[in-house]
């Protein structure tokens, strides 16, 4: 079946600007994470969205930051105000429903470059 | 703090040797830990899992154990090839939260 797909694979744009990225999950599954993961860094964890749930926001770096799940399916990860520093691979996952806490199926990502 | 080592430096060696990675960890009690590949331009790709009261688990040419008191991670591939090269990744769940811990990651270059 079709993995977890992002949009757009690439995004070029200039400081100040707003972005949004965009993530469909593998259909079923009810978890939704974003991660940043920044050259010759690790991935760094964003926000986890689980079904109804009130999502854990705790990894956003500023309030420049959002995400939004529409009906339990596709997500969107907004950047307003774009920095240099935001720069970055931004990583989508999901997991299904009985193994929330286990395999985490990822993206492709969307590479972010901030002029 | 919670910490997540791996190592930085890219680990070449010779196809058809075995390759063994490393994760260490410090202020954890994971209740599993997870092996993910990652190639240039993708996202990760789950590889194992290995639970906290599991020593040793395998899949094909694949191996990874857990010594919880070590707080330790060896992640073997066996008989490498080229096509194994990539970066690996470890991670680690946190208790209380449904979310993983990323490592940065062990680049692994397998040479024919």
């Known amino acids: 079946g079709a993995g977890v797909s992002q949009s757009p694979s690439n995004k070029v744009t200039e400081k100040g600007k707003d972005v949004e990225l965009r993530c469909d999950p593998i259909s079923g599954h009810t978890a939704l994470y974003w991660y940043r993961q920044s050259l010759g860094q690790g991935l760094e964890f964003l926000i986890y969205f689980q079904g109804n749930s009130a999502p854990d926001k705790s990894g956003l770096p500023s309030d420049r930051f959002s995400a939004e799940r529409t009906g339990g399916s596709v997500s969107t990860l907004t950047i307003q105000r774009t920095q240099q520093e935001d720069s970055a691979v931004y990583l989508c996952?999901?997991?299904?429903?009985?193994?929330?806490?286990?395999?985490?199926?990822f993206g492709p990502g969307t590479r972010l470059l901030v002029l | 703090s919670q910490k997540i080592e791996q190592n930085s430096e890219a680990l070449n060696i010779q196809e058809g040797k075995t390759a063994t990675l490393t994760c260490n960890y410090t202020n954890y009690s994971p209740a599993y830990l997870q092996w993910y590949r990652q190639d240039p331009g993708r996202g990760p790709v789950f590889l194992l899992l290995?639970?906290?009261?599991?020593k040793e688990k395998r899949k094909e040419r694949l191996k990874v154990t857990f010594d919880t008191t070590l707080k330790q991670s060896l992640f073997h591939i066996t008989a490498s090839q080229p096509a194994d090269s990539a970066t690996y990744l470890c991670a680690l769940d946190k208790a209380g939260y449904s979310t993983l811990t990323f490592g940065k990651g062990t680049m692994l270059l397998v040479s024919p």
């Open positions: 290995i639970r906290e009261n599991e």
């Open positions: 996952a999901s997991s299904s429903p009985t193994r929330v806490q286990e395999t985490q199926y």
